[in-house]
């Protein structure tokens, strides 16, 4: 489950789509009852899966993110909740909330000489100096340095710095296993589908199980078993989840 809150980022990475240069999306934020619904929904489930709050963005660009976490971990005891961030927001304040109610936190630390950032080597030296927060960082914390100008993955042919791209015939398993809510309740093809080109749903208006059994999202699992080639955005993804 990946919840996006807010579809912006303030990052430039040449490979993504929605760098804060490329980003093609009207500006939008979650209403909080959209949040609450959907918290609320996976307590009703009793769900025990992966909540993420982010997808295609810098979660920390939304203020109301902290006590967002800290209603679901309220609410879903038994989940998994983690985020990814680029570290540029991030503060002791913050992340002390992260270690307490994150079961994981991974900071994608972009620099082109692999080194950390100002408020990414500042976490780091807190972490180092109290034992207390150490042990518990340790357990939660994963730190990956990362280049800013990288070609990675095609993105389902949305990145910006890949023009050639290898076509793969194979099927894919995200559809199977994901669901990626935008800010706006709508629910997008995976998470490659950065630009929100696919809707399988719409939260605001329907169940979360309503959506994941739907008819759209049984019509592209359906086409994925037999390859990549009939949808449009995958056939043009390299993306290999099998």
Not at 25 to 31: A, P, Q, S, V
Not at 142 to 164: F, H, M, Y
């Amino acid at each position: 489950m990946k919840i996006e809150t807010i579809n912006r980022c303030n990052n430039v990475c040449s490979f993504c789509p929605v760098n804060k240069f490329s980003d093609s999306r009207i500006l939008k934020k979650m209403d909080d009852t959209l949040f609450y619904k959907i918290i609320d929904e996976l307590k009703f489930l009793n769900y025990n899966g992966v909540v993420t709050f982010h997808s295609n963005n810098e979660p920390l660009l939304d203020d109301r993110i902290c006590d967002f976490i800290i209603y679901a971990r309220n609410e879903l005891k038994n989940a998994k909740l983690v985020i990814f961030t680029n570290g540029t927001l991030l503060t002791k304040d913050i992340f002390n909330i992260f270690l307490t109610n994150l079961d994981q936190i991974i900071i994608d630390n972009y620099h082109d000489d692999l080194k950390l950032i100002k408020p990414v080597k500042e976490i780091y030296e807190y972490c180092l100096s109290n034992k207390e927060i150490l042990e518990v960082a340790e357990k939660k914390l994963v730190i990956d340095l990362r280049k800013q100008n990288e070609i990675l993955t095609s993105r389902g042919g949305n990145a910006p710095n890949r023009k050639n791209i290898s076509l793969l015939t194979s099927s894919c398993i995200l559809p199977f296993s994901q669901m990626v809510i935008r800010p706006d309740g709508k629910v997008s093809l995976c998470c490659n589908d950065a630009l929100g080109q696919f809707t399988l749903g719409d939260i605001s208006k329907n169940s979360l199980l309503d959506v994941w059994y739907g008819d759209k999202f049984e019509k592209i699992r359906e086409s994925l078993k037999n390859g990549r080639e009939s949808i449009d955005m995958c056939k043009n993804c390299d993306t290999l989840l099998l």
